[in-house]
């Protein structure tokens, strides 16, 4: 996460989407090895808020699976878009990819939904946060 979170980060502040940040090299070798303490101490902080806040760690597990099947169903989507309009495939074809996967993925998620009222809303908060971003 961490590692993810510096990424992100060092990309947003190039793109002009952020302010300039520390960054600093750890490996002469490696590009991508980098530390951002400006993110380093964000993340801790929000890891601290989420364990004080969850009180538990089924809360947290609960929260974890309704961010991935969300993910899951929001790339699955994507991948429908890019294969219509990218790659022009058929509409059958698309429609039939859309049908297995999603109808795969859709069943976790409704799965995963009933636990949004223990832990589930925070990832839900944060598309909802992002996606008016």
């Given at each position: 996460m961490v590692s993810g979170s510096y990424s992100m980060t060092r990309q947003a502040?190039?793109?002009g989407y952020l302010p300039p940040?520390?960054?600093r090299q750890t490996s002469e070798s490696a590009a991508g090895q980098i530390y951002m303490p400006a993110v380093n101490w964000l993340v801790f902080v929000a890891?601290?808020?989420l364990?004080?806040?969850f009180h538990s760690a089924t809360n947290l597990a609960n929260a974890y699976g309704v961010a991935v099947t969300g993910t899951f169903v929001t790339t699955t989507c994507m991948l429908l878009v890019l294969t219509r309009v990218g790659w022009r495939w058929p509409r059958w074809r698309v429609a039939l990819l859309g049908l297995v996967l999603?109808?795969?993925e859709l069943v976790f998620f409704a799965g995963n939904v009933l636990e949004v009222v223990s832990g589930g809303w925070?990832?839900?908060g944060v598309a909802v946060v992002l996606l008016t971003i």
């Amino acid at each position: 996460m961490v590692s993810g979170s510096y990424s992100m980060t060092r990309q947003a502040v190039q793109l002009g989407y952020l302010p300039p940040m520390t960054v600093r090299q750890t490996s002469e070798s490696a590009a991508g090895q980098i530390y951002m303490p400006a993110v380093n101490w964000l993340v801790f902080v929000a890891v601290m808020v989420l364990v004080v806040t969850f009180h538990s760690a089924t809360n947290l597990a609960n929260a974890y699976g309704v961010a991935v099947t969300g993910t899951f169903v929001t790339t699955t989507c994507m991948l429908l878009v890019l294969t219509r309009v990218g790659w022009r495939w058929p509409r059958w074809r698309v429609a039939l990819l859309g049908l297995v996967l999603l109808g795969l993925e859709l069943v976790f998620f409704a799965g995963n939904v009933l636990e949004v009222v223990s832990g589930g809303w925070l990832p839900l908060g944060v598309a909802v946060v992002l996606l008016t971003i």
